[in-house]
């Protein structure tokens, strides 16, 4: 066909191509590839601060744990400050409680009189040995390339990716290739994180499926949600503010693993690679790309 090897279907829209980059943050291929089994997602929290004092130069982030960064931007023609850290595994509940509130008391201890403006959170793939995965998707699909698990560092490695990238496809030699091969066996002989990742998956597909609930419907406050058991089956319960229920089958559209509610975005997170969807069943982040299913209560 043209000398075009592959077919990606968008938008209603066919395009034949020889080469194919796989640029979607977290690749929505499983097979072959297998990047679930080799990376995971963090969240990340920023507030943006109004000092309302002059702010120091450059940027900065701590030595220690847990990570916070500072750093400036300008907003509104003023400069404002801008605090990040508090993150933890994408999907874990319990270590997304007060994460703005923690950035807010260290704004509030060096800015006392200062005002919050905006608070939000990112996501970044992280593969198990800390390093991108850039260039061949896998050995078993020629001319499909990936950059991913850019660890916080998207904007420089990114661009590494680019230029790797394009100097494969032109022929090129890269000096840079080889730190990132996409297909290295290094990440999978990190055998500790190897094994947290085995025992989140085995964990979310199998083990929470079993558990029951700890709410009952009628224990979900407003504003709030939890999975409950309707019928030996497990929903996932949203009230909002006046009280309207909003239910959906608590199952990631991924792979199969159980969701967990966070309370902060009001979102159903998953702890096995990171996708999360809105708490009426909508898909938000990737690598899930279909919504929940949802149940008419
Ligand atoms: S993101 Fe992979 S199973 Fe949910």
């Known amino acids: 066909m043209d000398g075009s090897d592959y077919i990606t279907y968008a938008n209603g829209y066919k395009i034949n191509s020889k080469y ?8 929505f291929i499983n097979f072959p ?3 679930f089994t080799k990376m995971y ?4 929290y920023l507030i943006a601060v109004d000092t309302k004092k002059s702010l120091f130069k450059g940027m900065y982030i701590t030595a220690s744990e847990p990570t916070v960064s500072f750093r400036t931007a300008i907003y509104n023609n003023r400069e404002i400050l801008l605090i990040g850290g508090m993150d933890h595994k994408t999907g874990h509940p319990s270590s997304c409680k007060d994460t703005y509130g ?5 704004a509030k201890k060096y800015y006392p009189n200062s005002d919050i403006l905006f608070k939000w959170n990112t996501r970044d793939c992280i593969s198990l040995d800390k390093l991108p995965y850039i260039g061949y998707f896998s050995s078993a699909m020629p001319n499909i390339f990936v950059g991913t698990g850019f660890k916080k560092w998207g904007m420089t490695l990114s661009n590494v990716a680019a230029n790797i990238i394009v100097d494969k496809i032109c022929g ?5 290739e080889y730190l990132f091969k996409a297909t290295r066996l290094k990440p999978i002989k990190n055998h500790d994180e190897l094994k ?4 989140q998956s085995t964990n979310s597909l199998l083990l929470d499926k079993l558990k029951r609930p700890q709410m ?3 224990e979900i406050k407003n504003n709030s949600g939890s999975i409950i058991e309707v019928n030996g089956e497990k929903v996932g319960i949203y009230k909002d503010g006046n009280g309207k229920i909003y239910a959906v089958k ?3 559209t991924h792979l199969g693993c159980l969701l967990s509610w966070n309370d902060i975005d009001k979102t159903w997170d998953c702890p096995c690679h990171g996708s999360r969807f809105n708490f009426d069943g909508k898909n938000l982040y990737d690598p899930a790309f279909k919504n929940l299913e949802t149940y008419d209560l």
């Not at 997602?41 to 990340?44: A, I, K, L, M």
């Not at 923690?102 to 260290?106: F, Y």
């Not at 090129?172 to 840079?176: A, E, I, L």
């Open 172 to 176: 090129n030699s890269n000096k840079y």
């Open 250 to 252: 608590p199952i990631c």
């Open 102 to 106: 923690k950035l807010e008391e260290i």
């Open 41 to 44: 997602q963090s969240t990340f």
């Open 20 to 27: 194919v980059i796989i640029a979607t943050h977290y690749p």
């Open 33 to 35: 590839g297998f990047y």
């Open 216 to 218: 009952t419907f009628n």
């Open 196 to 199: 947290n990742m085995i025992v």
